[in-house]
T-cell receptor, first 112, second 110 residues
Framework: RKEVEQDPGPFNVPEGATVAFNCTYSNSASQSFFWYRQDCRKEPKLLMSVYSSGNEDGRFTAQLNRASQYISLLIRDSKLSDSATYLCVVNVLGNSGYALNFGKGTSLLVTP | DAMVIQNPRYQVTQFGKPVTLSCSQTLNHNVMYWYQQKSSQAPKLLFHYYDKDFNNEADTPDNFQSRRPNTSFCFLDIRSPGLGDAAMYLC?????????FGQGTRLTVV
């Protein structure tokens, strides 16, 4: 079983739609959780951290369920510029320090 | 201003010819990572440094080595690049827990 699993998509949605991405992780010792955004042929950029209490940043809402080892990202009122790959990232503190484990990413295409 | 800088952005090397990729940071973060990302795949961790402590992933080929002479700089050495090593190589730093990436070096092996 992969450490971080995501539905690869692609998700094709019209502008203005609401879209949700899910992610599961296998290591119960995981400590920190993030969503990164990666545009084609660019580096990943931090979108938001994910907390158990849930957090919201404008049109983006992230949720963490530690019991189910599940992370979600909700995008409301999708914009064309939201088209990208969204990477679920889990930070695990092991014997050798922190390691960031990435999911394969979920591809989003927002269409006019 | 870029905080994690990778050089070069694009590197073409010959099959079997050693190549070095560099990464520098102005964030003074104690953790630095090297990732390999192939097309349509997730970034794959090669190794990371926690300060001077080097941590190699179990499945990182011996062909890949790294050096961190000081907090600011980290190098990825590929001793004998093969065609399968063509990829985007991403450097990231962390304080932790969030990590910040450089723009990557796209390596082509000919």
């Amino acid at each position: 079983r992969k450490e971080v699993e995501q539905d690869p998509g692609p998700f094709n949605v019209p502008e203005g739609a609401t879209v949700a991405f899910n992610c599961t992780y296998s290591n119960s010792a995981s400590q920190s959780f993030f969503w990164y955004r990666q545009d084609c042929r660019k580096e990943p950029k931090l979108l938001m951290s994910v907390y158990s209490s849930g957090n919201e940043d404008g049109r983006f809402t992230a949720q963490l369920n530690r019991a189910s080892q599940y992370i979600s990202l909700l995008i409301r009122d999708s914009k064309l510029s939201d088209s990208a790959t969204y990477l679920c990232v889990v930070n695990v503190l092991g014997n050798s320090g922190y390691a960031l484990n990435f999911g394969k990413g979920t591809s989003l295409l927002v269409t006019p | 201003d870029a905080m994690v800088i990778q050089n070069p952005r694009y590197q073409v090397t010959q099959f079997g010819k050693p190549v070095t990729l560099s990464c520098s940071q102005t964030l003074n973060h104690n953790v630095m990572y090297w990732y390999q990302q192939k097309s349509s795949q997730a970034p794959k961790l090669l190794f990371h440094y926690y300060d001077k402590d080097f941590n190699n992933e179990a499945d990182t080929p011996d062909n890949f080595q790294s050096r961190r002479p000081n907090t600011s700089f980290c190098f990825l050495d590929i001793r004998s690049p093969g065609l399968g090593d063509a990829a985007m190589y991403l450097c990231a730093t962390s304080n932790p827990p969030e990590a910040f990436f450089g723009q990557g070096t796209r390596l082509t092996v000919v």
